[in-house]
């Protein structure tokens, strides 16, 4: 069953909403059912299937009706030929990564990455798997240029990246990939795709946290890529099959479900992270503000260009005081709550400390410890007041 096509001609928010979604013809129900089964009735000869195939509803690994419905719509979203959702994440980054490289390539990746793309790449694929890898400053498209070698496969950046909110020329970088014989992958989960649609500029693919704003509620994990179907077949294949990354149906209905206020949410986690960016930025107690969307960001200009949305809900910041008055400052915040992940509905907030391994990539400023800051969806009067009471009781 193939849903009423939405195409490119309708906006944004009415694909968020409309995509994938169809009448049930079974029910008459306007939403399509959620469909709890590992198993889906063979033809009368099923010694002709490819048990392997991840084209025909067999079983549920092999990838089922709610996941394709998910795929519909992001896809649509981030402007791509095909997509394939999967379990988290990091799920989709290792499919790409194990389904693409082979042993003897070359990858270029961002030094700003989420930490298990440091690990996947700087100590298992590398080590284990005789895959070369350059960490690479790529908000530096020279330092990129550079890098490449005759056997680079992929370059892989982060934009903005996790945590230091580094910004890299998407476009710019997809030229490089492209006069190389390469491919790029973008990892778009800060920016979201309201914000920024990698492939429109250039990218090969596209990848997504959707535990994050695309579903938006913190109750579900899952993740996507979005691409050429030459290469998504391939992956569907072996991340899906194979490695066994799939999603349930259950959370592929969630994320869905979150999905279509997607749209509405990201409108004011961007408008409610600039206040509080500037607001931060201003308060003496302050040590810096990392936000793309602040002119004292260094790649603010690249930023401008290439997210039209806006600049996203998260940004990092670092007080004028020592390791335990920033732990002090977060028990003092009652609407703020300190946890890891973002994109959440909610505010929510980590301090990383001093001994992070991965400290001599970051910035400066970054070295005496710092926040990240997943800017909520609540009024944003409350989320600045909650700011300033903690500031005021931390002494700062
Ligand atoms: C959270 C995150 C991931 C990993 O996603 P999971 O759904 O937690 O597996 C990847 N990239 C970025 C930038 C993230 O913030």
């Not at 284990?128 to 790529?138: A, G, H, R």
């Not at 914000?195 to 997504?208: C, K, M, T, V």
């Not at 990383?352 to 070295?367: I, M, S, T």
């Amino acid at each position: 069953m193939t849903a009423r096509y939405y195409g490119n001609h309708f906006g944004f928010q009415t694909r968020a909403v409309h995509t994938g979604n169809d009448v049930d013809l079974g029910t008459g129900a306007i939403k399509r059912p959620i469909t709890m089964a590992n198993s889906y009735e063979l033809p009368y000869d099923p010694s002709v299937l490819n048990w392997s195939g991840a084209d025909k509803n067999l079983y549920t690994r092999n990838g089922g009706s709610n996941q394709q419905y998910l795929q519909e719509k992001i896809a649509s979203l981030e402007g791509g030929e095909d997509c394939i959702v999967l379990a988290s994440g990091v799920g989709a980054l290792s499919g790409l990564f194990f389904s693409l490289l082979e042993s003897g390539d070359h990858v270029i990746f961002s030094d700003i990455t989420y930490i298990a793309v440091y690990r996947l790449l700087n100590e298992l694929l590398n080590h284990k798997f005789n895959i070369e890898t350059s960490i690479v400053d790529t908000s530096n498209v020279n330092a990129v240029k550079d890098a490449i070698r005759s056997n680079t496969k992929l370059i892989h950046i982060e934009t903005p990246g996790n945590p230091t909110l580094k910004v890299s020329d998407i476009k710019a970088i997809a030229e490089i990939a492209h006069q190389n014989n390469a491919l790029l992958s973008v990892d778009n989960t800060f920016a979201s795709p309201y914000n920024q649609r990698p492939i429109e500029l250039g990218a090969d693919f596209s990848i997504e946290s959707l535990t994050k704003f695309i579903n938006g509620h913190g109750d579900a994990m899952g993740g996507s890529i979005t691409g050429k179907k030459e290469y998504l077949e391939v992956i569907r294949a072996q991340a899906q099959v194979n490695l066994g990354a799939t999603i349930s149906p259950f959370n592929a209905w969630l994320i869905m479900r979150g999905a279509v206020s997607f749209p509405l949410r990201m409108r004011q986690h961007n408008e409610n992270a600039l206040a509080a960016a500037e607001f931060l930025e201003r308060h003496p107690g302050i040590r810096f503000v990392a936000y793309p969307g602040l002119p004292s960001h260094p790649n603010h200009e690249v930023a401008k260009r290439q997210m039209n949305g806006g600049y996203g809900g998260v940004l990092s910041f670092g007080l004028h005081a020592d390791h335990d008055t920033h732990n002090r400052f977060v028990s003092y915040l009652r609407v703020i709550t300190s946890a890891v992940s973002l994109g959440h509905d909610e505010s929510l907030i980590v301090f990383l400390g001093e001994n992070d391994e991965r400290q001599y990539l970051y910035p400066e400023e970054f070295h005496q410890g710092f926040f990240r800051f997943s800017v909520g969806i609540e009024d944003i009067e409350d989320i600045l007041e909650d700011l300033r009471q903690a500031l005021e009781k931390a002494g700062l």
